[in-house]
């Protein structure tokens, strides 16, 4: 018989306690931004790598076409991304920001920043880089489970 206290990992509810942390922080502190916590993930992603399409999105997130599409739509209509025809393929719509979204993605970049810095503590740049490539493989190799 499984322990009680095993059923959920200990690490998964550290992962969720600090999502939600973030989450709670966010609401508290940005909320002259008209984004919403599922969007940022997106308009990130398009700021990291612009010229993505959504079925990238759908690929990199696991989501359905559905949501990336109503997300984008959401994006679109705050002012934040445009959509481009691909010149090469005229049937593919890829992703930008716009100067708008420029601005909001630098401006959700710098608050992570400062939460991380306030919640880091006493754990070393070394540490936090070790935390954040082992982050990396779980994130690729769960990608194999796809």
């Not at 991380?116 to 690729?140: C, H, P, Q, R, V």
């Amino acid at each position: 018989m499984i322990e009680k206290s095993v059923i959920i990992p200990e690490h998964v509810n550290y992962l969720m306690t600090l999502i939600k942390s973030y989450e709670a922080h966010f609401r508290k502190n940005v909320g002259s931004i008209d984004i919403n916590i599922g969007e940022i993930p997106i308009l990130l992603a398009i700021y990291a790598d612009e010229g993505l399409n959504q079925i990238d999105l759908v690929k990199k997130f696991h989501v359905t076409e559905a949501n990336i599409s109503k997300t984008t739509k959401n994006l679109l209509l705050k002012d934040l991304i445009l959509k481009k025809i691909d010149s090469e393929n005229n049937t593919k719509k890829l992703l930008f920001l716009t100067e708008k979204g420029q601005e909001v993605s630098v401006r959700l970049l710098t608050f992570f920043d400062e939460w991380k810095e306030e919640i880091k503590g006493d754990i070393s740049n070394g540490e936090m880089y070790a935390f954040a490539k082992t982050l990396e493989k779980l994130y690729i190799n769960s990608q194999k489970s796809f």
